[in-house]
């Protein structure tokens, strides 16, 4: 596989939902490996109905290739291994009796063994500050501590691309910072959604901005935040 070749490749993308709004107009896209890009755009502008495409939990007209696979309901598995989502409400995402628990259930889910799954679970817990939670129940941690554990749990899964969906609503200054931190040493290809530009500023490089289930620009981060200043604030 080349370095060249695109980690994502979507072309002509439309999806329109059931009561007939059309949430995405042909949307092309290409991601490369490495790259840290920021999803912006006014709400009902078709982001996060976008990154649900590319996990395959909604399904529009168009093509969609994730490290080198297409994407279509046979391989489904094989992509979702590749991609990995971290929602916006990590109460989402964290649902079994430990923390430990949750973040050892994707790599079980893949086919680990047991001791396999609580290694690599206990390494994203280190990774994440919560070695010392791993036998807390999720419900009593932190907003930040759990935004933590559920990104563990994703990391847990060893995925290539990371899609992150508004990943600091619910968090306060400190545990912003500290989530930054994290993924700042990531060597994931990133995805970003967000309305907080000064944290896509210091993730992102490059940005895309959705207009009525468009991409209308894309480009370098500054330029593009610059270029629609009056939509994002």
């Known amino acids: 596989m080349s370095h060249h070749q695109p980690?994502?490749?979507?072309?002509?993308?439309?999806y329109r939902y059931e009561d007939g709004t059309q949430a995405l107009a042909g949307v092309d896209f290409l991601l490369h490996r490495g790259e840290r890009v920021a999803l912006l755009g006014a709400n009902g502008s078709g982001k996060t109905t976008f990154l649900l495409h590319l996990n395959g939990i909604l399904h529009g007209e168009g093509y969609i290739?994730?490290?080198g696979t297409e994407l279509s309901k046979a391989n489904l598995k094989e992509i979702r291994r590749k991609i990995g989502f971290l929602f916006q409400d990590p109460e989402d995402q964290l649902f079994l009796p430990t923390v430990l628990e949750d973040?050892?259930?994707?790599?079980l889910e893949q086919g680990c063994s047991t001791d396999e799954a609580r290694e690599?679970?206990?390494?994203?817990?280190?990774?994440?500050?919560?070695?010392?939670?791993?036998?807390?129940?999720?419900?009593?941690?932190?907003?930040?501590?759990?935004?933590?554990?559920?990104?563990?749990?994703v990391l847990a899964a060893e995925p290539e691309i990371l899609v992150l969906d508004e990943p600091t609503t619910h968090l306060d200054p400190p545990s912003r910072r500290s989530l930054l931190a994290l993924l700042d040493g990531l060597s994931q290809t990133i995805l970003?959604?967000?309305?907080?530009?000064?944290?896509?500023?210091?993730?992102?490089?490059?940005?895309?901005?959705f207009e009525r289930g468009r991409i209308v620009d894309d480009g370098p981060l500054d330029a593009v935040v610059r270029a629609h200043r009056w939509a994002l604030d």
């Open 7 to 14: 980690i994502v490749e979507v072309r002509g993308l439309s």
């Open 65 to 67: 290739e994730v490290s």
């Open 103 to 107: 973040v050892a259930f994707a790599p």
């Open 120 to 153: 690599r679970a206990m390494k994203a817990l280190e990774w994440a500050g919560l070695a010392a939670e791993a036998h807390r129940a999720p419900h009593r941690l932190s907003a930040g501590q759990r935004q933590r554990a559920a990104l563990a749990g």
């Open 192 to 209: 970003v959604v967000t309305h907080d530009v000064a944290f896509a500023s210091r993730l992102a490089h490059r940005a895309v901005f």
